[in-house]
């Protein structure tokens, strides 16, 4: 029901959120580095994770990349990644699929908010099965700063017509949960692979959220 204040929503991230995919992400970035005569490791990798590209490759290739360098760099790397998920298949992480059909059917709206390039996000909806679940994506492409700025979750809310006052914001990462504050919307916290997040609620898996847990987020404004 949307009510006087426009439609409910629930602006998703999706990396570690809506599916696990970090393997095929290191993998393709060690095979790219790896053209360059460089290495990563997984715990320098993950340190990366869930950043822009051009904030990644200024971090491990060069602090001095140029755009071209960048571009040239990213499309080969994420071209590999979408091979990948393509190759291997994903499902998404429990609890993320009969949240968003009961979430749907009470007439909920949702987007993706991603440092992903929409290329990216549209494999990924596609393989995990998610495509129709989707009113709107917002990833790189939207942007010119990543999180924890908030500017991902406002463009993906003004896709779909939300007030910020209205959205849900779902994170597994603490500079998600940040931005999705900064947006002045309400936050869910979900797994441990970053520790402690420091969300409105902060759960393990979705599956263990109580059914009332996003109406009440936003019922309690």
Request: aromatic share 6%; glycine share 12%; charged share 25%.
């Amino acid at each position: 029901m949307e009510g006087s204040g426009g439609p409910r929503a629930v602006l998703w991230d999706m990396d570690g959120t809506l599916v696990d995919s970090a393997a095929y992400h290191l993998r393709a970035w060690r095979e790219t580095l790896a053209g360059l005569g460089l290495a990563v490791t997984h715990e320098r990798f993950m340190q990366t994770f869930g950043r822009r590209n051009d904030a990644v490759i200024r971090d491990l290739v060069d602090p001095a990349a140029d755009a071209a360098s960048i571009a040239r760099i990213a499309g080969e790397k994420e071209e590999r990644y979408r091979t990948f998920v393509r190759e291997g298949g994903l499902v998404p992480l429990p609890g993320v699929l009969p949240w968003l059909e009961r979430l749907c059917a009470a007439g909920w709206k949702h987007a993706v908010a991603s440092s992903a390039p929409h290329a990216n996000i549209e494999t990924i909806l596609e393989v995990a099965g998610l495509s129709g679940l989707f009113d709107a994506v917002a990833g790189d492409e939207d942007v010119t700063v990543g999180k924890p700025d908030p500017q991902v979750f406002l463009v993906a809310a003004a896709k779909i017509g939300a007030m910020p006052g209205r959205c849900v914001v779902v994170e597994d990462a603490p500079a998600g949960v940040e931005g999705g504050r900064r947006a002045g919307m309400r936050t869910i916290g979900v797994g441990t692979e970053h520790g402690e997040l420091e969300a409105d609620i902060a759960v393990a898996s979705l599956a263990d959220l109580p059914d009332d847990a996003f109406a009440r987020l936003l019922d309690g404004r």
